[in-house]
Every structure is written in C-alpha cells, then in structure tokens.
C-alpha cells in the first residue's frame, strides 16, 4: 500500500519565501522597517498546519490509516539533514572566534538534537527579544515548537475526525487556537519568552491551519467559481499587503499575541485565496524567483541567524543589535543564500529522494567511483568529521557565564565584601548616618546631612575652610580637591555594579545601591528613600541611562529629593543601543537647565577603550571599572574644585579691598 504524495498548492512556496524574507529581512537588517518581522514565523505555522493536516486528510481516506511511522519518517528526512550541517558549522565557527558566543552552546545543541530547544531555553531564562548576547541557535525555538506538533498531532487527528462535519471541525480547531492565544495573553504580561517560546502559548498559529484544511476539506477537489477566479484572490492579495503592514508595526513585541494572531489570521486569508479553484493570486505567488526562494525557505531560516551572529562578531567585536553594520547584513544575507543553495541541492534533496540508507549507499559508491568522485565524497567525509570534532571542542569549551556576566557579579562580590569590611575610625565632622537599603554597600560611615550642608566642608586648604595665605596675607590658589568617598552617594544600574570595585578603589567609603535592569524609575524611589532615612551624602551620582530613555518626571523627582544643599552627578549611557544619544541628551540638558547638576561623561571616557569593556560593548571590566570610578571622581572633584576657585576668587577680591583701605588709611 503506498502512502500519497504531499498535496501541492498553488502559492505556498512563494508565500513561504514572503514569511522567510520577512524574518530574514528583520533580523539581518533591524533598523529597517519591518519592525515586526518576526511575524514571519507565524506565516510558516499556518502553512505548516494547513499543509500536514492536509496531507493527513488525503491519506486517512486512501489507506484507511494514518501510516505514522511512515509520515515521521518523510519529516526526519525533511528536517534533519539541513538542521545538523547548520548546527554543526555554526558551532565549529564559533568554536574558531570563542568568547561569549559560546555561552550556552551545550543546551542550545541539545535543544537542537531533541527538537526541545524553546522549553530548554525557557529553562535557562533566555530572552528572544533580548539582543546583548543573543543565542548563536536562537532561531530553531520555532522549529522545535513545529516538530512538536509533527509529533502529537498525528495522534490527536483522529480525535477530531470524530466530529463529523467539517464545519464543526474547524470550529472545534479554532477554539484551540482562541484557547492557546489567549493563555499567550496570560503569561506575555509577566513573562513574554516564555509566552513567546511556548508551544502552548504559541500554538495558535498551527491551529488556525488546522481549522482552514479540515473546515475546506483540504485534499479534495472544489469546482471553480467566479468568486474563487476574482473574489477571493483581490481578498487574498489586500490580506498579503496587509501581513507586511503588520510585520511593520514598531513594538509588535510588546503586542504579544496580538500581533502574531493577526499574522496568522491573514495568512489563512492568503492561503485560502491562493489554493481556491481557478485563483490567480496562487500562480502569481509562485513566479520563478519567490518560489526558488521558497523551496530554500527551510535552510534559508535555518542558516541566516547563526550567520549574522558570527558575521557582526567577527566584524565588529559586538552581538547582534539593533543596528546591524549594513555590510555585516549584506555578507550574512549573501551566505545564507549561498549554503542554503549547496545544502538544498547536494544534502537535502538526496536524502529525501533516497532516504538515509540511501544516500550513506549513494556515498560509498561514490567512494568507489572515479577519482574524481571518490576526491568529493572522501572531502564530505572529511568535512564532516571536522565539524562534528568542532562542535564537541565547542561544547567543551563553552564558558559557563558572558564576560558581562563575569564583571557584573565581580562587582556583586566586591559591594559585599565592603559591606562586611570593618569600617575605619570615624574621623571629625564625620558621623554615623542613618542605614542605607539592603543593596547599598560602602566601606566607611555616611557623612552626616549637616556636614553635607556645609558649604566650608567642599574645598580650601585651612583648617576652617578658607584659603590658606601667604606672608603678606594674600590668599593662595587652592589646591586640586580630591574628594573622599564618604562624601558620596552612587545608585546605579548594572553598568555602575560592575564598575563596583572601580569605584571603592577610587573613592574609598563610597556608598554604592546599584542592581541590574535598573530604571530611572527606580532610582527615584531609591533616592527618595535614602534622603527620607537621612543618607544621602554630600555628593549624589545617579548612572540609570543604559535600560531604556530617561523619563523626565523622574529625573526632576531625584533632583527634588537630593536638595539644593547637595551635588546630583549624573552618568551618562555608553552602550550599542539607539536610544542611547537620546539618554545622554536629555541628561545634558537637565544639568544645562538645573543648578548643582553635572554630568559624568562616561561615554566619552570609555569610547576609545573598547577592549575594556564585556562581550556585549556595554558593562566594563577590571580597567573599564577603574575609566568608570576615575570619570565619575573626576566630575566630583571638578565641582569642588570650581567651588574652591570660587571662593579663592572672592577671597582675593576680599584681600585686595582690605588692602587698598588699608594703604589709603
């Protein structure tokens, strides 16, 4: 008994080769303007439903069974052979350019092996939408979630064919898919990878072809109308232009399972359009190059992510980011063409035309073929063998945390050791100050609020404050001010945390609130609680720029709450993320516009010295900490010192006036 061929549709593989483009496009070039491309992948659940459901539909009734056995056979052959090339290549390059991109590399192929990789990254807290050190394999979450299906479904087919009419069926589908979207509403609110990578959450896609094969009778012939000729391809071709308008939305994001709903619903639309009796959208969809591009789809998806990753590493020294280099883009576009190419023709099409055994057959006759042949099979093998051996290297060789990682918790550790550290004398003028929050830390005892206030306290070089003289009384010139770290006050964000050390080295007792995915929004309330309880000293630095714009209200709100009678240092943002020039604008135009506000321009501090900072250009090393603690120090003693020259100015102004009295006395 022979099992039927895959039903061909018109349309389909150009309607892949849009969902393929759409993601390749929003991944390869992200400031563009497909801003929700990754829609793309919730065209090929639809497709994928329709079209396994379909071909299920047509074999039940020509065999009187669903042969599983053969039918996860045909996806092995479909799925494996391009999977395992681009898993063990990428892993082999990364292996070659080592660092961070390793970071995880284990799970991701285990992920990768057992078709489990969206559960194995819920897992491990990994981010989809997160871009510092995004996964190397990151893309075959969906291909999990869609082997997932290829599994289960099968054997949950015939439960639905219980109900008899096809109507109902698609009902009965549909509601699945209301079911698991609305569930993605659930959980995207307080975890959105997880919504996002859940199959559960992220079945509806799937479901919706489900209902559209079972609810057309999808493997049956249907005579042509006049609606099927016009009506329903003008529907399909407004429901295409549609599905780019949403991949477009910026923010889709954070519209999780809006937008990914209304992609899947308009490529049902699409999809029923094109494979109507008579339709024309179908054989436009499949002119000569959307359809060569859509027979590729699968290794075209499989190999551009892990290729752009390592294309912008090896070029730039960064991950992928919002602003992929145009020319990275381009290089990892042109590669991705050209493998999935070499890989279609001379690694997937064999093994799905003669199957496994087959194709291991077909290589040992080629090894005793001509010299010629025998060269090309023996250089597979040999291939082959490398890049298996580099993937076991790179497994091996994965570090168990990112380099930001690494400094982040060294800064971690190094705020704690303060905080245990026994703290020295108390010296005069200076007392014990209410405690600060459990995550602050410092090596020595707060200044007192009156001592902050005192104005004689910021410079001079007497004991009382003023400028020392000379003989004849003239005032001397201060000298540089080097303000001590009991006078100063950080809250911060990860960037400051892992410049922690930097910072106790350089301005010793310093008192350090600093947490990662720290907002400005949070700083406002950690500033507000420390002036409440009384600890905030002399000199308050506030770095909360590198987690997203900088809100203006809670900007002011830090400023009230520091008070006239202190100096709010305000670091500024360096990191590959575009609203960065928008941060550090608006903290140069605060501190224009409000008096006893300065900024610490780490931006331009560290800006020649990448080399100083982690794998993701954003949190500093053991050097980048000691650039972050000098610059902040240096915007510090910069006030001192304008306010000691201040009053050596008037003092001397003073010393002047006294002296031409005295000489015209």
Do not use: C
């Not at 994928?48 to 071909?55: A, D, K, N, P, V």
């Amino acid at each position: 008994m022979t099992t039927p061929t895959a039903p061909r549709y018109a349309g389909l593989d150009g309607l892949r080769a849009v969902a393929v483009l759409l993601v390749v496009i929003y991944h390869l070039f992200p400031a563009w303007f497909l801003h929700s491309g990754f829609v793309g992948v919730d065209v090929f659940f639809v497709i994928s439903g329709f079209l396994i459901t379909s071909l299920l539909l047509r074999e039940r009734p020509a065999t009187g069974r669903i042969a599983l056995r053969a039918f996860w056979t045909r996806r092995a052959r479909r799925l494996l052979p391009a999977l395992a090339l681009v898993v063990t290549v990428s892993a082999t390059l990364a292996w070659v350019i080592g660092g961070d991109v390793l970071v995880g590399l284990g799970r991701q192929v285990l992920g990768a092996a057992t078709f489990s990789y969206n559960w194995t990254s819920i897992g491990a807290g990994a981010s989809y939408f997160g871009s510092a050190e995004p996964e190397l394999l990151r893309n075959l979450w969906s291909l999990a979630v869609e082997e997932q299906f290829y599994v289960l479904w099968p054997l949950l087919l015939p439960v639905l064919l219980l109900v008899k009419r096809p109507w109902l069926r698609a009902l009965v589908a549909l509601a699945l898919a209301a079911a698991s979207a609305l569930w993605g509403f659930a959980v995207a609110g307080d975890a959105l990878t997880r919504a996002y990578y859940g199959t559960d959450t992220h079945a509806f896609g799937l479901l919706i072809g489900v209902a559209l094969a079972v609810g057309t009778g999808a493997g049956g012939r249907r005579p042509a109308t006049g609606w099927t000729r016009v009506g329903m391809p003008v529907a399909g071709a407004l429901a295409l232009v549609a599905l780019v308008a949403v991949a477009s939305v910026p923010g889709g994001a954070d519209l999780y399972p809006a937008i990914p709903l209304a992609a899947s619903l308009l490529t049902a639309v699409v999809i029923a359009a094109a494979t109507a009796p008579g339709a024309w959208l179908g054989r436009a969809l499949d002119v000569a190059p959307l359809r060569w591009i859509g027979e590729r789809s699968y290794g075209i998806y499989l190999w551009h992510w892990p290729l752009v990753v390592l294309v912008t590493l090896a070029a730039t020294g960064a991950f992928v980011d919002t602003a992929v280099p145009v020319a990275a883009g381009l290089a990892a576009g042109v590669l991705t063409l050209a493998l999935s190419a070499v890989s279609y023709r001379m690694l997937e099409q064999p093994v799905r035309r003669l199957g496994f055994a087959g194709a291991g057959r077909a290589l040992v006759a080629r090894l005793r073929s001509t010299p010629v042949r025998r060269f090309g099979a023996i250089a597979s093998l040999t291939a082959g063998l490398l890049v298996v051996g580099g993937t076991t290297a790179a497994v091996a060789a994965a570090p168990a945390v990112s380099s930001s990682e690494a400094v982040v918790e060294a800064g971690r550790q190094a705020l704690t050791a303060a905080s245990v550290a026994p703290a020295p004398p108390t010296g005069e003028g200076v007392s014990d100050a209410a405690p600060a929050p459990d995550a602050a830390a410092t090596a020595a005892p707060d200044a007192a609020a009156t001592d902050a206030a005192d104005p004689d306290r910021l410079s001079g070089d007497g004991a009382d404050g003023r400028s020392a003289t000379g003989a004849d009384g003239r005032p001397r010139p201060p000298a540089p001010a080097a303000v001590d770290g009991t006078r100063v006050t950080a809250v911060g964000d990860s960037v400051m945390l892992a410049s922690a050390a930097g910072l106790l080295a350089r301005l010793p007792g310093v008192q350090i609130d600093a947490e990662v995915s720290r907002s400005m929004w949070a700083g406002d309330t950690i500033v507000q609680q420390l002036a409440a309880q009384g600890a905030l000293r002399e000199y308050v630095v506030v770095g909360l720029g590198t987690n997203g714009p900088v809100d203006a209200q809670a900007l002011q709100q830090i400023y009230d709450a520091v008070g006239r009678d202190r100096t709010l240092v305000l670091v500024n943002a360096a990191a590959p993320r575009d609203w960065i020039a928008g941060v550090n604008s608006d903290l140069a135009a605060f501190a224009a516009t409000h008096s006893g506000v300065v900024v610490a321009d780490w931006a331009q501090a560290i800006a020649p010295h990448p080399d100083m900072l982690a794998g993701d250009r954003i949190h500093p090393g053991p050097q980048g900490g000691g650039v972050y603690a000098d610059t902040v120090a240096a915007a510090i003693d910069g006030v001192a010192n304008q306010r000691a020259e201040v009053r050596y100015q008037v003092e001397l102004i003073r010393w002047a006036v006294d002296e031409a009295l005295r000489a015209a006395g």
